[in-house]
C-alpha cells in the first residue's frame, strides 16, 4: 500500500526575502525516511578531506581580497559584554594568510566583525582594520597592513578613528578621529586635517574630491573639498542632509535634506560636481535610486507612508518627473539601465499554512505589486500581484521575480523576464532563493524542499529560456550555494541531521562532475578568484581554516 502523502508549507528568511517550499511526509510523519537518513549519518565513513589548512584556530566571518590571494578571519571571537550591542557583534584576534603558501600572520586583537572593523582596498594591496575596538563609543585604532607582503609591519594611522574609507582605486584614505576628517595616500600619509565635527565621508570615482557631512550639533552640511589643491578648502553644497549619493560617473551629487531641522520630510536636490550649482526635485523624497550608468533617478515620497508613496522617475540633470505609481515601497534600475521595476499597492499578508505562527507571533510577508517598464519613456507593464522580492541579472536587464498564489493553497511561483521580452515564463512553485551567477547567463533556485528548506534540489535555467522550459535539476539535497566569478563552478552546502555543521561539494556546472571536499565544515564557504574554494572548520582537534584546490 502507498504511503499517504501530507502537504504542508514550509518557509525561510533567505537573501532574497520570504518564500516557500513544500515539503513530502510520509504517513507515519518522517520526512522521506528521516530516521534511516539519520542513522547512515552517525556511522557514515569519512571521505578524504581534500582542503589544506592555512591557519589553525576557531574561526569566525572568513573573507578573501578581491584578487583571492589573502583570506582574513576573525579567531577566538566572543559576543562583549556591553549591553546593548547588536545580537551579531563579535570581538576577536585579526589574522591574515595567503591562500597558497606562507604562514599567518595576527593583525590585531580586539576587532569586530560588524562594519568597519576591517575591509580590503579594491586593488587587494591594503587591509585597513580597527583595533581595541569599544563598542559603547564605536571607536578603534586604525591600522594598515600591507597584504602582499603579511611579514611586514603593520603601520598605525589613528589611535581613535570612529570612520575610515579608502578611495576606488585604493590609493588614498579618509578617516575621522575625534570629529576631525583626515586625508591622505596610503599607507604612510601625510594625512592632512580638512574638518571638524564631520560623521561620514566619501570620495568621488576619480578620487579627485572628498565628500563629507557634518554632525546634525553643527547643521549637518554636505561639503566638497577638491584634494588637488594645495591647501584644500571645504565648499558647502546644503545644510541638514540626511543621505547623499556621489555619482560614479563624476558629474552629480544626489542630496536627501530636511529644510528645517524640524522637518519630517526630505527634500531632494542634485549638484553638479563642477559648479555646486543645485536644483531642488521634490519636497518630500523618502527614498532614492540611481541607475548605474548615472542617467536616471527615481524617488517616493512618504505619502500615504512611512512603508509606501508617490513614485516619481526622470532623465538626469533636467528631465521632467513622470509619477509611476501612489502606494510604492521598492523599485530599481537594471544594471544596464534598460528596465525599470517596482512594487505598488504595497502591503503585508498573513504567510498562511503551518508555519504561519511561531511562538505565539504571527508571520507576514511583504508584497505589491511588480511593475516594468522600458527606460525612460516605456509604459508600465504588471507582471504579477503579490510579489514578495525580485532579482535583476548581473550586467543586464532579465529580471526573475516570485508571486505570491493563494488557489488551490497558498504558495511562491518563481517567473523570469528575459531581457527584451514582453512575457513572464513561469518555472516553478514552492522554492527557496535563487541566483543569477557570473554574467547572469542562467538562473539557479532551490526548490522541492524538505527539513524546513535544509534539503532542496537546486535547479537552473538559461536567462533567455523558451516558454515551456523545463529546469535542469543540478543536484538534490542542498542547503546552500556559491559560485566563482564566471558562473561556471559552485560550492554547493549539504545540511547534516544530527548537528549545524555541513558536507561542502565542488562542482563543474559545465561538466555535472561534483566532488566532496571535505565533511562537518561551517558556512558559507568562500570561492576563490583562481577556482579554489576557502572554508572554515570547527571540529575539534582540526579548527581552522582550509583551502581546497578546484578538483
Same mark, same amino acid.
Given at each position: 500500500m502507498e504511503s499517504r502523502i501530507v502537504r504542508a508549507s514550509c518557509l525561510s528568511l533567505v537573501v532574497l526575502g520570504l518564500v516557500g517550499c513544500k515539503e513530502a511526509k510520509t504517513s507515519n510523519g518522517d520526512p522521506r525516511g528521516v530516521i534511516a537518513r539519520v542513522n547512515k549519518e552517525k556511522t557514515a565513513a569519512r571521505v578524504p578531506v581534500l582542503g589544506v589548512r592555512r591557519l589553525e584556530g576557531v574561526g569566525q566571518e572568513l573573507r578573501a581580497s578581491p584578487d583571492g590571494e589573502v583570506l582574513t578571519v576573525l579567531l577566538e571571537a566572543q559576543k562583549p559584554t556591553t549591553q546593548g550591542v547588536p545580537p551579531p557583534m563579535r570581538l576577536g584576534t585579526l589574522w591574515a594568510v595567503h591562500s597558497k603558501t606562507g604562514p599567518a600572520?595576527?593583525?590585531?586583537?580586539?576587532?569586530?566583525?560588524?562594519?568597519?572593523?576591517?575591509?580590503y582596498t579594491a586593488d587587494s594591496k591594503w587591509i585597513l582594520f580597527s583595533a581595541s575596538w569599544d563598542p559603547t563609543q564605536q571607536v578603534g585604532e586604525l591600522f594598515v597592513q600591507d597584504a602582499k607582503k603579511l611579514d611586514a609591519e603593520r603601520q598605525r594611522i589613528s589611535p581613535k578613528v570612529t570612520y575610515y574609507v579608502p578611495s576606488d582605486d585604493g590609493t588614498q584614505l579618509a578617516f575621522i578621529e575625534g570629529g576631525v576628517l583626515h586625508a591622505g595616500k596610503l599607507p604612510g600619509g601625510p594625512f592632512k586635517q580638512l574638518a571638524g565635527e564631520v560623521s561620514t565621508a566619501e570620495f568621488s570615482a576619480d578620487g579627485r574630491y572628498l565628500y563629507f557631512k557634518r554632525r546634525y550639533s553643527s547643521a549637518g552640511g554636505l561639503y566638497q573639498v577638491d584634494l588637488r589643491e594645495e591647501r584644500p578648502q571645504p565648499r558647502r553644497l546644503i545644510d541638514q542632509v540626511t543621505e547623499y549619493t556621489v555619482l560614479r560617473s563624476g558629474k552629480y551629487v544626489v542630496v536627501s535634506a530636511r529644510a528645517t531641522p524640524a522637518d519630517r520630510t526630505f527634500q531632494l536636490h542634485l549638484f553638479e560636481v563642477e559648479t555646486l550649482k543645485g536644483r531642488k526635485l521634490s519636497d518630500d523624497a523618502h527614498r532614492y535610486r540611481v541607475s548605474r550608468d548615472g542617467r536616471y533617478l527615481a524617488w517616493r515620497d512618504n505619502s500615504p507612508g512611512p512603508e509606501k508613496g508617490e513614485l516619481s522617475l526622470m532623465t538626469l540633470p533636467d528631465g521632467k518627473p513622470r509619477v509611476l505609481g501612489a502606494a510604492v515601497n521598492d523599485f530599481d534600475f537594471s544594471p544596464d539601465g534598460a528596465r525599470f521595476v517596482y512594487r505598488d499597492n504595497y502591503t503585508e499578508l498573513g504567510l498562511g499554512g503551518r508555519d504561519a505562527q511561531r511562538e505565539g507571533v504571527t508571520l507576514v510577508e511583504r508584497v505589491g505589486d511588480l511593475n516594468v517598464l522600458e527606460v525612460p519613456d516605456g509604459a508600465?507593464?504588471?507582471?504579477?500581484?503579490?510579489? +514578495?522580492?525580485? =532579482?535583476?541579472? +548581473?550586467?543586464? =536587464?532579465?529580471?526573475?521575480?516570485?508571486?505570491?498564489?493563494?488557489?488551490p493553497e497558498v504558495t511562491r511561483r518563481l517567473s523570469i523576464l528575459p531581457a527584451g521580452a514582453t512575457e513572464p515564463i513561469a518555472l516553478k512553485d514552492w522554492l527557496y532563493e535563487y541566483q543569477f551567477p557570473g554574467k547572469g547567463e542562467r538562473l539557479y533556485f532551490r526548490s522541492d524542499c524538505l527539513r524546513e528548506g535544509r534539503a532542496c534540489d537546486l535547479n537552473s535555467v538559461p536567462s533567455n529560456p523558451e516558454k515551456g522550459v523545463v529546469p535542469k535539476k543540478e543536484t538534490e539535497g542542498t542547503f546552500g550555494f556559491r559560485f566563482n566569478a564566471e558562473g561556471t563552478r559552485a560550492v554547493i552546502a549539504f545540511a547534516h541531521l544530527t548537528d549545524q555543521t555541513f558536507d561542502l561539494a565542488y562542482r563543474n556546472l559545465e561538466t555535472g562532475q561534483q566532488t566532496t571536499l571535505d565533511q562537518y565544515v561551517e558556512w558559507p564557504a568562500v570561492m576563490l578568484a583562481d577556482g579554489s574554494v576557502a572554508y572554515l572548520v570547527n571540529e575539534k582537534n582540526r579548527a581552522g581554516v582550509f583551502v581546497a584546490k578546484s578538483p
Open positions: 600572520q595576527k593583525l590585531g586583537a580586539g576587532v569586530t566583525n560588524m562594519p568597519g572593523g576591517w575591509l508600465p507593464k504588471l507582471l504579477a500581484r503579490q510579489s +514578495p522580492n525580485y =532579482s535583476f541579472a +548581473p550586467g543586464g =536587464s532579465t529580471l526573475a521575480f516570485t508571486a505570491r498564489i493563494e488557489r
